[in-house]
């Protein structure tokens, strides 16, 4: 499994990505976009469609001295790997989400030429929990992410402030076109391709639909249980600690990539293991 916690800083030239790996990451987004798209026509009860226009790579000064005003770029920190993911929402977009949200039964795509309001942002989110819980399931086969929001920035300078630092670094964009009553608005997603080289080679093989099964020891879980009324500074070497937990019910093992399942702990052939109790 590749290292996703030490990835390569690049702030020269454009970070060269396999096109087999482009192609890859296309596939992803493609398929995030229709999922989108079923998830929110039916949050809305609306037809909505979500399809993948174009995906580029450029800096991340060319991506955001290309949005227009007034600006809604949504700020994410990816925990798996702490680097910088953004999402943008284009102002005939907004105005059509909020319009939806606040029930009505046709779209006015009349770009909102203002910033959003605190209360239109809180609403907007329910859309984006959407879209990043859509994303994090999508890219599971190939590695784990999980998004966070971190701010939404409306002005230009805001993000010159913000992000001098990143501004030369290299994104990849992804431009999705979102439908709705056949008049088109668009959601720009980008990440760093940094993050998109050191998994390369898994995107090419998501590509070729030869997506190798890892390791045993490269999949990594957790168990968690509560001890109650413990002691843990007071405890000696070969001392027995009582759970009170029976060991015929199950726990639950948490995966990097999110997944869980019901486990009864135990010892086979003098090593610690699992034994599954429930795979659902």
Known sequence: ???????????????????????????????????????????FDYPIEITLDQ???RSFRQFAYSLAPPINLMHFKNRKDHQNWWIQFDTSCVSAMLD?????????????????????????QAVVDEITTVLADT?????????????????????????????SSDIVQCRWEISIDQRQAVI????????????????????????????ADQVRGTVMLTLDDVDLGAIQVGEMISTGHASNTPLDMVFDGHDAIAV?????????????????
């Open 1 to 43: 499994m590749q290292d996703l916690n030490t990835p390569e800083q690049n702030n020269n030239s454009t970070l060269e990505i396999g096109h087999e790996a482009l192609a890859g990451l296309q596939r992803l987004f493609a398929e995030a976009a229709n999922t989108c798209s079923e998830l929110l026509t039916a949050k």
């Open 55 to 57: 995906q580029t790579q």
């Open 100 to 124: 939806l949200m606040f029930g009505a039964k046709s779209v006015d795509w009349k770009p909102l030429d203002r910033p959003v309001t605190s209360v239109e942002a809180e609403l907007l």
């Open 139 to 167: 890219w599971r086969p190939v590695c784990p992410v999980e998004l966070s929001l971190n701010q939404w920035l409306h002005e230009l300078n805001e993000i010159e402030s913000e992000f001098q630092d990143i501004l």
């Open 188 to 215: 720009d997603l980008a990440l760093p391709s940094t993050f998109v080289k050191s998994w390369e080679k898994r995107l090419t093989q998501f590509h070729y639909d030869e997506l190798e099964i890892l390791a």
């Open 264 to 280: 009864h702990l135990g010892c086979v052939n003098n090593h610690k293991a699992v034994e599954i109790a429930s795979d659902s």
